[in-house]
Structure formats: structure tokens, C-alpha cells
């Protein structure tokens, strides 16, 4: 099957800064994809040049196969957006920008927005710009929502909407989505979330892909380690399959990637023991690849 | 944010009508005590003048001090102008959050204009004396010098006088002069008006041909001036990203709508408050218009009513010292020039407002006349560039429509005025109710309709884009050539014409417009052909929407000079016929060009 997006190898600079470096990712239809990383990662670059709004300076995108910038009608009419910035026209009331919107989508499902308003607790005759960030969010979102496009972007949704929605109305929407085969692609620095809805997590550090896997291959494949070294030691522990560590003088937490009888191999070559071991969370392996301590000693 | 008496965004679409039509409907009460000291100083001066010229200039006076004393006594002008003025000034003041009032509405200028205590006093005498002496001074120059130049002309050239003030560039003189910035704009886009109503009164084509100079000319200084301030506004929002930067934006007395604006620059909310009055620009920027244009015809009316001249005095000193200058015609006195500026030109500005304001780059899908920037709402939307900009002009269309049929209403509404004792309107009302009725009408209807767009692709910023076919050469690199075309070659042009009789005059206008507009079609046709065959390379046009625009463009020329056939006089065709061509080369190219630099905002 043709993944839906499919981005080759792409770079991309800003002067001098490197923004995006030799990233490649695939997303198959119906799958939820949490992109995460730190601020400045380069999420959002990536995300654009799914949207077209950036073109690559080497590399190919393409998005249902097609390119979004040689494209953009094609590519655009099939894809929902929900920026983490504040790009809805504020001067509108949220049944005009239902009107407004019908315009660009045919596929605009009225009874669909309705229904989305509805449920995120919205007044249809609100001026967007009397309503709170969080509130703007959730019209943003039904906007991205109500013409039931094909590929849903959420770039950092966590950062406009409230827990509440974030947790119970965002998680069922995106479920909803990818039960009925279409696709989402989200950006987000709240593992959390991440965990709770995605199916693929992919993350991103300094304008390159760490990792791009399924999720529950993800955590079966890190193993979270308290090492005691025999003697105290003034830097993390480096040894073969650890990602990161934490701690100090002779007791070490480690994120290893590999398995039990892995660990235990590499832990025994610098003079150390496990004293515990169990399945790293996201939210370990996340900082481990984040702050890493190298590769072997 | 400030807070006070400032009155909020939501007040009706009468408050807002009011409020354009007298500044102090909006402001805080320091406006109010600012147009009050300014409108008592111009009713002193006037009584003052009135009183004193008798005794100060006697009758054995130089024809140019009785021409100055003639207009100074005419002060329902200056008091016009005055209020004109403060409107001008509560719009851009900061005390005022720009972002509230109707002058990020029409100016979408955020300059400040430091206001002290001190200032409350000085600076309203100042401004008010300033805009009754200079054109008065002006006048008095016109008065002596050889030429026998008319209203039309002096008056945009009593203009360029206010733009080389506003082009300082020294920090005080941006913050001090932008409220001129602010009146120069319609004043300035009415010029043209000035001088083809001017033409439609009976002055000579010499007198017209000059007047195009002029408003070339006071377009491409007009951009020079824009260019400091639109510097300053960069600095502006690059110290909002910077706070590291907003010492040197205070020592500019720049910081105040920084400092009172949390929200980006610029900000919608302008858009919002527009919004909220009045829903569709398409019907409500003529609205405005036409009241505004209402509220001068009822001021005209009544300065020229008996007990409006039993206050001020008769005009007939200035009719007969105007008619001295060969001005003649119509109801007489300056503030029939400023009639024909302001009405229009409020016009214009209007539409540069409907061309550029937020909620037209949402309706529109973007800038009219800024076209490099794309909102990023409207960025992610499944619709092409050339769709967008389709659709930007198409909106431009519309208003500017509307916008003609609001001024022919006016200009028809003029003539039904009464005429008053003393006082005769002259060669409009006389050709205007005469056999030439239709004629006339659709020429004035035409120029009101072709007008906006011909200033669309001239309008300060924009005349050496306008020119060159591209934005990226700006002021400052051609600024020596600019400044040569534009500025010495019709001065020097002036002084050959001045010193030739009527009749050669009229031949070498011809052939110098000739030569200008060849030259000028030659350059917009290579800078036509280049972009649409980027177009083409990046396969934003197909081959049918190049030849179907192409196909369109040439019938719509021929259209038009059909029209000016029927209305214009036959020995000027040829020189009408090139002039259309550009005006309409102009849009086109911009057509072209924006969408290639929209594609290239879009896709980064």
C-alpha cells in the first residue's frame, strides 16, 4: 500500500541553521503518528513541508503521492490542519467561519460541525476573538475536523486546549479518525498524550529522525536499569545498547535498548550489576534519547 | 492597554459614521480640547485677518499678498482643513490605541506622535496656522509667477510641498509629520481627481498634462516617504520580538502602541472593529464614502450660504482675485480645490483601506496591494495562487464600482446644489445641463471607475514597483533614477512649456507624454511577457488562461477606448488611446507578478 505521506530524504535550511536534516518518514493509511521532540526540534518545519508551505532543498514529499508545493489543491483539499499558532480570522464569528469554510471544502459536513461544536461546549454566534486561546483551539480544531478530511495534521494540539479536552474530546476524536481509516499525524511534546492515542511515535532531535516505530515495539525494546558500578563514578556509565543515564557516584538509571540477556551482557563489561530492571515508559526513553550518554564504553 | 475614555470597538454603525465624519466621536477628551483649540484659533485668525488686512495691506498691495490676505480670509476652508486635520491626528496620536479606531482602519499606520502637555496648545496653532498660510503662500507664489496655472495644478503641487515634509526621515519629523502622512494620502490620491474635474470645468489639456506630472511626481516622493516609515514599523515589530531593542524605539517616542498592544502587529482586531460596524466593505467603504462626501457638500453649501458670508465675509475678493489668476469657473475659493482633493481622495483611501485591511485579506484571500504576503489561514486552504489573486481583484473590482457610482451620485448630488447670490458655478453645471449631458456623465463615471486602478498599481510604495514590474527594486538602490525620471524631467519639462505660447505648449506636452508612455508601455510589455512565461514554467496558468487573459485584456483595451472615443476630443485620441494601454498594462502586470509572488510566500 502507497503510504499517505512520504517524505524521502529531505533538508532543509534556514541560512545557516539546518532545520531539517536527510529526514525520512512514512505514514501508512489509517495510523496515528505522534512526531515529538523538543521545542526547536523542527517539528513544525517538518509538518509544513507536508503542507507545502515549505519547499525542501533536497529531498521529495509527497503526500497522497502527490507534491504538496507542484500541487497544492489536490494535497490541501484532503488535509485538515490545527496549528499551534493562532491563525483563525479572529474578526469572525464561529457560524461565519463555518460559512467561510464551506467555501474551500465541498465536503464540509455542517451537521458534523454542529455536532463538534456542540460537544466542545462552543456558542455558534462567539466572536473567535472574545473567546479564550484554549476555546480558539477547539474551533480551530472542529475547522480542521468538520470537512472529514483524509490526513490530519495537529501540530502541538496540547499547547491551545485544556486538559479535558486534550484528554477525553482530542483522544476520541483522533481514535474516531483512524478507526474510520483515515490518518493522523501529530506533534506534541506531552508524551503522555502521545501514549494514550498514537499508534507510531517518531522523534525528532536537532532536524533529524532518532526513531520512527511502532509504539508497543518501542517499549518492549527499552528496558529502564538501576546499575551499581563497584566504584563511584564521576560521568554516566557508557556501555554498549544504553541510550541515556541518570544518578550519580555508583548507582545509575539507565535506558537500555535491547534485550534482558543484552543488558545484563553489557552491564557485566564495565564492572557493574543490575540491581533492577523493568520496561522503560516513553516518558524515560523520550529524556534518554534526549540527553544520551553515548554509545559503548 | 490604555483604558479610559477611549471608546470601545463596539459601537454602532452610526457611532462609527460619526465618528468618521468628526474625529472626537471616537477620541479621548484631550482630542476633543485639541479640535476645540484648533477650530478657535482658526475662527481668531480668520476675524483677525479679516480685520487687519485692510489696514496691513492696503489696496496699492502686490497682486500676491492680495491673493494670500484673499484666501486667509476665506478661513471655512482652513477650518475644514483644520478639522480634517485633527481627524488626521486623533488617528494617529497614541493616545488613541491604533488598533481600536477607525485609523487602523484607513491608514493601518501605527505612528505616534509624542504628545506632552505643552504640545496640547502648540501643536494644534502650529497645524492649524500651517494648513491655512501654506496654501495660502502657495497661492500667492501661483499668483505671480508667469504661468497661468490653475487650481488643479498649484493644489497637488501645494501638496508635494506636504509629502517632502513627511519624507524626513529624522525620527522627530516621522513622529511629528505622520499625522500628515495620514491627510496627505486621500489629499493626494484626489489630486488626480482634481485635475480631470478640472478638465471637465474647461481648462486647457496643457494644464492637465502638467497636473499628471505632478501627480506622478508626488506619487514616487510620496513613496519615498513611505519608505523611512515603513522601516520604522519593521523596527517596530522587530522590538516587539526583541525587548532588547525598546530603549531606542522609546528614544524615538515610538513605543507607546508596543507597549499598549500585547497582541502581534498587525493586529486584527482593526479588522474586527470594521467588521463589526459594517459587514461587507464592498457596500460599506462606499457608504462611508458617501457620507463623507455628503458632510462636504453640505460644509460647501453652507459656506457659501448668505449667513455663512454674512460671518466670514463675501467671496467675492476671492472670486474676483482667482478669476485674476485665471481659476475662475465654478463656486469660487480654496475651498472648492479642497472639495475636489478631499472628496475623491477620501475615496481612494477608502479603497486603499478595502485593498488592504485584515478583513480584506480575508474576504479577498489576501492583500489587494500588498501582495507578497499571504495570510497563513488562507496559506493552507486548497486554493491556488492565481485563484487567490483572482479573487483579491475581483473584490478590488467590486469596491472600486461601488466606489464610482458613489461618486457620481456626489459629483450629480454637486450640481443640483442651489446656486447662490454672487456666485456661479461655472462650465461643470453649465456642460453638465447642457447637450453634453451623457458625454459627460460617462466620462466622469469612467475616470471615477478606472481611476482606482490606475492608482492601485501607483499608490505611494508601489509607483517604482509600479515601474520597474518588480518590488525588489526599492527605494534607495534606484532612488538617483527615480528621482531624475520622475522629478527633473518634469520640472525641466515645465520650464520648456512655460516658456513656449498655448499652442507649441500643448504640442510638446503631447509629444513628451507620448515619448513617457511609449517608453513606459515598452518596459511593462517585456516585464507582461517575462512573467507570464515564469507563469507558465511553473505551471500556475495553463496555456487556455494565458490566451483567454490575454484575448480579454486586448478586448477590454479596445472597450475602453471606445468609450473615450465618444467623450473625448478627437485631436487628443492618440495621447488617450497610449494612456489606457498603460493603465491598463499596469493591472495586468501586477496580476501577473502577484501571483508569482504569492506562490513564492506560499511555498517557501
Known amino acids: ?297 | 492597554m490604555p483604558s479610559g475614555n477611549i471608546v470601545r470597538p463596539n459601537q454602532s454603525l452610526i457611532q462609527t459614521l460619526l465618528a468618521f465624519a468628526y474625529p472626537i466621536g471616537i477620541a479621548r477628551r484631550r482630542k476633543v480640547i485639541e479640535s476645540t483649540v484648533a477650530l478657535v484659533v482658526a475662527i481668531l485668525a480668520s476675524y483677525g485677518i479679516k480685520f487687519l488686512a485692510p489696514g496691513l495691506f492696503p489696496s496699492g498691495s502686490p497682486k500676491a499678498v492680495k491673493a494670500m490676505v484673499d484666501l486667509l480670509e476665506n478661513f471655512p476652508a482652513g477650518v475644514l482643513f483644520g478639522i480634517l486635520y485633527f481627524q488626521a491626528m486623533g488617528l494617529g496620536s497614541p493616545e488613541i490605541n491604533t488598533t481600536d479606531t477607525p485609523a487602523s482602519l484607513l491608514t493601518q499606520r501605527t505612528f505616534v506622535l509624542p504628545v506632552t502637555t505643552k504640545k496640547l496648545v502648540l501643536i494644534p496653532m502650529l497645524m492649524a496656522s500651517l494648513f491655512v498660510l501654506v496654501p495660502a503662500i502657495l497661492y500667492a507664489v501661483f499668483a505671480i509667477l508667469p504661468l497661468n496655472l490653475h487650481v488643479p495644478v498649484c493644489l497637488p503641487l501645494l501638496m508635494l510641498a506636504y509629502t517632502v515634509c513627511s519624507s524626513n526621515s529624522s525620527a522627530w519629523m516621522m513622529s511629528a509629520t505622520a499625522p500628515f502622512g495620514c491627510l496627505f494620502l486621500p489629499i493626494q490620491l484626489g489630486a488626480p481627481f482634481a485635475v480631470l474635474i478640472g478638465w471637465i470645468n474647461g481648462y486647457s489639456p496643457v494644464l492637465l498634462s502638467i497636473g499628471v506630472c505632478v501627480v506622478l511626481l508626488v506619487s514616487v516622493l510620496s513613496a519615498l516617504a513611505a519608505a523611512p516609515q515603513a522601516r520604522i514599523s519593521s523596527r517596530q515589530l522587530g522590538a516587539k520580538r526583541a525587548t532588547g531593542n525598546l530603549d531606542k524605539q522609546k528614544a524615538r517616542g515610538l513605543t507607546r502602541v508596543m507597549e499598549s498592544d500585547s497582541t502581534p502587529f498587525p493586529s486584527s482586531r482593526e479588522a474586527q472593529y470594521w467588521i463589526e460596524t459594517a459587514r461587507n466593505i464592498h457596500v460599506s467603504v462606499p457608504m462611508v464614502i458617501g457620507v463623507m462626501g455628503l458632510i462636504i457638500l453640505v460644509f460647501l453649501w453652507i459656506s457659501s450660504s448668505d449667513w455663512m458670508v454674512g460671518i466670514f465675509g463675501s467671496n467675492s475678493k476671492v472670486q474676483a482675485t482667482t478669476e485674476g489668476l485665471g481659476i475662475g469657473g465654478i463656486q469660487v475659493g480654496p475651498h472648492l480645490p479642497l472639495s475636489l482633493l478631499v472628496l475623491p481622495g477620501a475615496a481612494m483611501f477608502c479603497f486603499m483601506f478595502a485593498a488592504n485591511s485584515k478583513v480584506a485579506r480575508t474576504i479577498t484571500l489576501g492583500k489587494v496591494s500588498n501582495e507578497d504576503s499571504l495570510d497563513p489561514f488562507i496559506a493552507i486552504r486548497p486554493v491556488t495562487s492565481l485563484q487567490i489573486t483572482v479573487a483579491r481583484l475581483k473584490s478590488a473590482v467590486k469596491t472600486a464600482v461601488n466606489l464610482a457610482i458613489v461618486v457620481t451620485a456626489l459629483l450629480f448630488l454637486w450640481t443640483l446644489s442651489p446656486a447662490k447670490e454672487g456666485l456661479h458655478r461655472g462650465p461643470l453645471i453649465e456642460l453638465l445641463s447642457a447637450h453634453a449631458k451623457f458625454r459627460t456623465w460617462l466620462l466622469v463615471f469612467v475616470v471615477a471607475l478606472s481611476l482606482p486602478f490606475v492608482l492601485w498599481t501607483c499608490l505611494a510604495g508601489e509607483p517604482i514597483a509600479a515601474v520597474t514590474g518588480s518590488r525588489k527594486s526599492r527605494v534607495g538602490t534606484s532612488m538617483p533614477i527615480v528621482i531624475a525620471f520622475f522629478t527633473v524631467v518634469p520640472i525641466l519639462g515645465g520650464v520648456i512649456i512655460a516658456s513656449l505660447d498655448e499652442t507649441h505648449q500643448l504640442e510638446l506636452i503631447r509629444t513628451w507624454l507620448m515619448f513617457f508612455l511609449t517608453i513606459l508601455v515598452a518596459i511593462k510589455l517585456i516585464v507582461a511577457v517575462v512573467g507570464a512565461l515564469r507563469l507558465r514554467r511553473k505551471a500556475l496558468i495553463s496555456v487556455p488562461e494565458l490566451r483567454t487573459g490575454a484575448i480579454s485584456w486586448i478586448v477590454a483595451l479596445i472597450l475602453f477606448s471606445f468609450v473615450y472615443e465618444c467623450v473625448i476630443q478627437p485631436d487628443l485620441a492618440g495621447l488617450v488611446f497610449i494612456s489606457l494601454i498603460v493603465a491598463a498594462i499596469l493591472p495586468m502586470n501586477r496580476i501577473l507578478w502577484q501571483v508569482l509572488r504569492l506562490d513564492e510566500s506560499r511555498h517557501r
Open chain 1, 1 to 297: 500500500m502507497n503510504p499517505i505521506v512520504d517524505i524521502q530524504n529531505i533538508t532543509r535550511s534556514f541560512g545557516a541553521k539546518t532545520a531539517l536534516s536527510n529526514v525520512t518518514l512514512q505514514q501508512e493509511k489509517g495510523t496515528v503518528l505522534g512526531l515529538v521532540g523538543e521545542n526547536g526540534s523542527g517539528k513544525t518545519t517538518l509538518i509544513k513541508h507536508i503542507l507545502g508551505l515549505f519547499k525542501p532543498d533536497q529531498g521529495t514529499v509527497r503526500v497522497f503521492g502527490m507534491d504538496p508545493v507542484a500541487d497544492p489543491v489536490s494535497v490541501l483539499s484532503q488535509i485538515g490542519y490545527l496549528s499551534e499558532e493562532d491563525i483563525l480570522p479572529t474578526w469572525m464569528r464561529v457560524d461565519q467561519l463555518q460559512r467561510y469554510m464551506q467555501g474551500f471544502y465541498p465536503t464540509w459536513d455542517q451537521a458534523y460541525a454542529d455536532q463538534l461544536v456542540k460537544e466542545f461546549g462552543l456558542d455558534r454566534y462567539s466572536k473567535l476573538q472574545g473567546l479564550s486561546k484554549g476555546q480558539r483551539a477547539r474551533v480551530g480544531l472542529m475547522a480542521a475536523l468538520a470537512y472529514r478530511p483524509e490526513l490530519l495534521l495537529l501540530d502541538e494540539p496540547s499547547s491551545g486546549l485544556d486538559p479535558i479536552v486534550r484528554r477525553d474530546i482530542l483522544g476520541a476524536i483522533v481514535r474516531t479518525i483512524a478507526d474510520e481509516g483515515r490518518t493522523v499525524l501529530f506533534s506534541s511534546h506531552l508524551l503522555g498524550e502521545v501514549d494514550r492515542v498514537a499508534d507510531r511515535i517518531a522523534m525528532i532531535k536537532n532536524g533529524e529522525i532518532i526513531f520512527c516505530e511502532n509504539l508497543d515495539d518501542l517499549k518492549e525494546t527499552h528496558l529502564a536499569l538501576t546499575v551499581v558500578c563497584s566504584q563511584p563514578r564521576p560521568v554516566p556509565p557508557r556501555f554498549k545498547g544504553a541510550v541515556g543515564a541518570e544518578g550519580s557516584g555508583k548507582e545509575w538509571s539507565v535506558v537500555f535498548k535491547g534485550t534482558v540477556a543484552e543488558a545484563e551482557t553489557s552491564v557485566a563489561e564495565i564492572d557493574a550489576s543490575i540491581a533492577e530492571q523493568r520496561w522503560a515508559n516513553l516518558d524515560e526513553i523520550f529524556v534518554a534519547y534526549s540527553r544520551p550518554t553515548g554509545g559503548s564504553d
